[in-house]
Each structure stands twice: as structure tokens, then as C-alpha cells.
């Protein structure tokens, strides 16, 4: 089973930037997501990528962030620019569609002034 790591959250105020990073215990999924959960709400997924490179977004952060993977290193990453409070969240990365498989601890991304 593969196992992912994120890491890169933290605090920024509205309009920063962060960049996650998920490290895969193994060969990363053909399709790989960042999904995010906010308190109080169920996990979304936001974006995710094709091992072609194609990518999707959720309507709510299309045009601020950059999902990105590099299949050598088993890394997916996401670029996440102009941040909002309501981009605050919980955010982990897997397969999409899951599959049941195991999720990482998260990185918390809190945007706040």
C-alpha cells in the first residue's frame, strides 16, 4: 500500500503564496489529487493530474492553483497563489478516484490576517 507524506502548510495572511508537497512511499496513481478538508466540512478534491500532465480544478480555486507531479521522485505538488480565509483547510494528497486506500496526516494551510 502506498503511503503519502504532505507537508509545506502553514499560516499566511491573504494573497500569499505556499507550496505543498506530497512524497509517495511508492510509484504515484496514474491520476493524483490534493483534496482539502476545512473544518466542520467533508474532504473535496480540488485539483488533480494525469500522468499525461493534464490537469482539472474545482471552480472555487481554478486560476490560483498549480497542481504539478514528478513522477521520478513519486512527489505531486501544488502551487497555491492569492489565498483566501476560506482556502483554510486541512490538505492531503491520493488517488483519484480514492480508493480506499490510506491517507497521510495532512498539512494544514490556515489564511488568515
Known amino acids: 500500500q502506498v503511503h503519502f507524506v504532505e507537508s509545506g502548510g502553514g499560516l499566511v495572511q491573504p494573497g500569499g503564496s505556499l507550496r505543498l508537497s506530497c512524497a509517495a512511499s511508492?510509484?504515484?496513481?496514474?491520476?493524483m489529487g490534493w483534496y482539502r478538508q476545512a473544518p466542520g466540512k467533508q474532504r473535496e478534491l480540488v485539483a488533480r493530474?494525469?500522468?499525461?500532465?493534464?490537469?482539472y480544478y474545482a471552480d472555487s480555486v481554478k486560476g490560483r492553483f498549480t497542481i504539478s507531479r514528478d513522477n521520478a521522485k513519486n512527489t505531486v505538488y501544488l502551487q497555491i497563489n492569492s489565498l483566501k480565509p476560506e482556502d483554510t483547510a486541512v490538505y492531503y494528497c491520493?488517488?483519484?478516484?480514492?480508493?480506499?486506500?490510506?491517507w497521510g496526516q495532512g498539512t494544514q494551510v490556515t489564511v488568515s490576517s
Open positions: 491520493n488517488a483519484v478516484p480514492y480508493y480506499g486506500g490510506s
Open positions: 511508492g510509484s504515484i496513481f496514474s491520476i
Open positions: 493530474i494525469y500522468s499525461g500532465g493534464s490537469t
